[in-house]
Nanobody, 124 residues
Framework: VQLQASGGGLVQAGDSLRLSCAAS????????VGWFRQAPGKEREFVAR????????YYADSVKGGFTISKDNAKNTVYLQMNSLKPDDTAVYYC??????????????????WGQGTLVTVSS
């Protein structure tokens, strides 16, 4: 499966953005999709994950209450709605997908397919 992330940009603190991850190539409903982010000088970190059906969702503690992940299998797209953005949310955001089970679904190595990343910059 090929992934294309989009929707990043420069916003001010408190603003909202919606990222999209468009998939092509295979049956998207078979894939769980995660969002990760990497800030300058920091390691890549988990943000959110949605299961293949969309019925199971996880969030990092740092984004709970502010970010919402959703999956539209008809459109082969996963969204990450980000509200009340903070400067600490500044990072390159990546979407990733996998169709295999993992006992550690929130780590990057559990995903096999990655998009190219989209930059989110939040100014104070």
């Amino acid at each position: 499966v090929q992934l294309q992330a989009s929707g990043g940009g420069l916003v001010q603190a408190g603003d909202s953005l919606r990222l999209s991850c468009a998939a092509s190539g295979r049956t998207f409903s078979s894939y769980a999709v995660g969002w990760f982010r990497q800030a300058p000088g920091k390691e890549r970190e988990f943000v959110a994950r949605v299961s293949g059906s969309g019925g199971s969702i996880y969030y990092a503690d740092s984004v709970k209450g502010g970010f919402t992940i959703s999956k539209d299998n008809a459109k082969n797209t996963v969204y990450l709605q980000m509200n009340s953005l903070k400067p600490d949310d500044t990072a390159v955001y990546y979407c990733a997908a996998t169709d295999r089970w993992s006992h550690r679904p929130l780590i990057a190595t559990s995903y096999d397919y990655w998009g190219q990343g989209t930059l989110v910059t939040v100014s104070s």
